[in-house]
């Protein structure tokens, strides 16, 4: 299985970006995915998942981004998107994204990675 994310780049605060991440190598619609950040010198954190089809494609969000970011999944395209809306400063960050065979929405246990997509947002 492989994922590659893209959509990164500088945007200003209050701005908007989408960010997409194409799972490839398997069934996709059985692979949880979720996107995952890493800020500035500090540990990487999860920022929103989506369930696999079977489990009703159900989704997270960290408390930081609710009411922000929208995740969603297009079984037909392989893809899943991150829309970030009203984005902040503190949201500049390496996002990447995960994904796992049929993972429940509460675990963090991802197997495949992708090399991630730079997000810089300037004040």
């Known amino acids: 299985v492989q994922v590659r994310e893209s959509g990164g780049r500088l945007v200003h605060a209050g701005g908007s970006l989408r960010l997409s991440c194409v799972v490839s190598g398997g069934t996709f619609s059985e692979y949880s995915v979720g996107w995952f950040r890493r800020p500035p010198t500090k540990e990487r954190e999860s920022v929103a998942r989506?369930?696999?089809?079977?489990?009703?494609?159900?989704?997270y969000y960290a408390d930081s981004v609710k009411n922000r970011f929208t995740i969603t999944r297009d079984n037909a395209k392989g893809t899943v998107y991150l829309q970030m809306d009203s984005l902040k400063p503190e949201d500049t960050a390496i996002y990447y994204c995960?994904?796992?065979?049929?993972?429940?929405?509460?675990?963090?246990?991802?197997?495949?990675w992708g090399q991630g997509t730079q997000v810089t947002v300037s004040s």
């Open positions: 995960a994904a796992a065979w049929r993972l429940t929405i509460v675990s963090e246990g991802y197997d495949y």
């Open positions: 989506i369930a696999w089809s079977g489990a009703g494609s159900t989704t």
